[in-house]
């Protein structure tokens, strides 16, 4: 028996795994249904029992993965192989069983063309008079000749269709070599001639064709050969008055940046086939396509993605011209686009298999990606921060401790520059609009839940550089805030309870920030703070948000009091620390309302 893992493509475009177990292919109890099964290898549960279709929705990639969509239950799942034997061995007996299905379904047609007729014309008077549609649907053989003249006949065979006669239309197409030629020369003539009759009807025959479905299909009409041709038929829609211009779109607008030169041809190939599709799907036919059909396109992209990422993450020489080009002394401008690229790469890379985009974190981990990531939240670009903030949370959700390990090892040998750590802490402080990043990241590295040891030691030596390094600095940052400009911190205390307090140093939302980072601390790592609330007067600093006149935040100053008092008071803050001074602040917002 075969040992897989079982993948089911998540909403967000991530592979989840379903666990590993034993695939086989058997028939179902009491029925002569083959049905592809995986039972788990340690309890025996049935983690897949899919029934093999004749329909052309497998994949076979790389040597050791097969995926496909369930049209029963809407799903897109994959056999991961440990053995590259045992996933031919599986494909080719899926591949027979598939042959045998489409046998059987064209011999029944042939036997019972009658029945076929009737399920297939609603009107039956009136198609007979078409000869030769009446024999494509009862037998479903061959289609009428593509002229212009029998277009609207091969449109009307595939509108009255059902479910098994359209995989039987759809696999004349495909086997057809010249019918989508003969597609484009008729397109080409009626556009010559300016026959918008034809050229709507074009384009009605062609929408109904990819609403088919078929991978097949697709495979033809998304190539390079015939693809900007088919985006051509689609702009000549008959409920649109005026002709679209999407080819001129795409020629003039849709260009390829390269920020480092991909020499294989098929990697650029790709990249283009997959901005079309995106195009087609979420503007052309953006009102058309169904559900199903829209799937098979997202499936396409997520393919050819992985393909692109694949091919450059094996590239010795890519990665490493691109870091070279982001570290060399070149203009704003000329980084921007590896900049932009780089982003890009690591959000496509989202398509390959779990195990594969943890590697390729490693591997740009380990090349020095982190170091091109605090140079770019150094920049004082907004966007360059923004994508560096972006890597950084894609890093994050793939594997933390590899971002933990850098700052952990990296703090104190950062020299003059700040560290990453340091940029991080800054970032929830600065007004540029994405501080509610920066505290994300800040959260996700001391997240305390987790049982993982290495992970808790990293967690800590964190949590210690912080406390060590940057917690006065936020802890400064909140007091001068609520003292005026003009007023020593010295003479904070000689300050009237009810003293309006005008000037700031720092806007409210940045002390929210502050407040609710301070407050995330407490909860997950509650000894450390209550080493640095015991040798500072750091409590009394934050409850001076009180004299604040922003409502919320006062309340924010109250929520930490909860906070440090509901993580346990006797141990984090004992309670000869809660001075008269303390409850005084608290009490202050109140007292002035009253």
Partial sequence: MMR???????????????????????????????????????????????????????????????????????????LSFQEAEGCSYIWENMSNIREDLQSKIL??????????????????????????????????????????????????????????????????????????????????????????DGLHMIFRLVKAIILLNSSAIFDKILSDDFILDIIGVLEYDPEVHIVQRHRAFLKDHAVLKK????????????????YRIHYIKDVILRKVLDDATLKSLNTIIHVNNAFVVSFLKDDPYFIQDLFEKMRSNISAGSKSEPVFFLREFCTVSKSLQPAQQIQLSRDLADRGLFDIVSDMLRSQDKVFVSAGTD????????????????IANHEE??????????????????????????????????????????????????MGLIDKKYFDKLIDIIESSCLPKSIDRSTFGSVGVGTRVEEYSAKPEILLHICEFLCFCVVHHPYRMKVNF????????????THRRERFLVVAAVRFMRTVIGTNVSVLCPINKLSAAWLRALLLPWETTI
């Fill in 4 to 78: 897989v893992k079982v993948y089911r493509l998540e909403d967000n475009g991530k592979w989840d795994d379903q666990g590993t177990g034993h695939v086989t292919i058997d028939y179902i109890e009491g029925s002569r249904e083959l049905v592809l099964a995986v039972v788990d290898e340690e309890d025996n549960d049935t983690l897949l029992l899919h029934k093999i279709t004749p329909d052309d929705i497998y994949r076979k990639q790389e040597e050791t993965i097969i995926s496909w969509r369930d049209p029963e239950k809407t799903l897109e799942l994959a």
């Fill in 107 to 196: 011999r029944s047609h042939a036997a019972g063309p009658k029945s076929a007729l009737k399920s297939l014309v609603p009107s039956r008077g009136s198609l007979l008079h078409d000869k030769s549609l009446s024999s494509v649907n009862a037998e479903l053989k061959e289609l009428p000749p593509l002229e212009l003249s029998s277009l609207s006949a091969i449109l009307k065979t595939i509108l009255q269709c059902g479910m098994e006669e359209k995989m039987c239309v759809a696999d004349l197409i495909s086997k057809d070599r010249d019918f989508f030629p003969k597609i484009v020369n008729l397109f080409k003539t009626c556009k010559d001639t300016g026959d918008m």
């Fill in 259 to 274: 920020a480092i030169p991909i020499k294989n041809d098929s990697v650029v190939s790709k990249i283009h086939q997959t």
């Fill in 391 to 406: 890597i950084l949370l894609h890093f994050l959700n793939q594997d933390p401790n590899l971002l933990r390990s850098y």
């Fill in 413 to 462: 040998s950062s020299g003059e520059d700040i560290s990453l750590l340091g940029l991080l802490v800054k970032g929830i402080v600065t007004d540029f609009g994405g501080e509610m990043q920066f505290l994300e990241i800040l959260r996700i590295l001391l997240d305390g839940y987790s049982t993982d040891t290495v992970t808790q030691c990293l967690q800590r030596t964190i």
């Fill in 534 to 545: 015991l040798k500072s007067n750091s409590m009394e600093k934050i409850l001076s948000l």
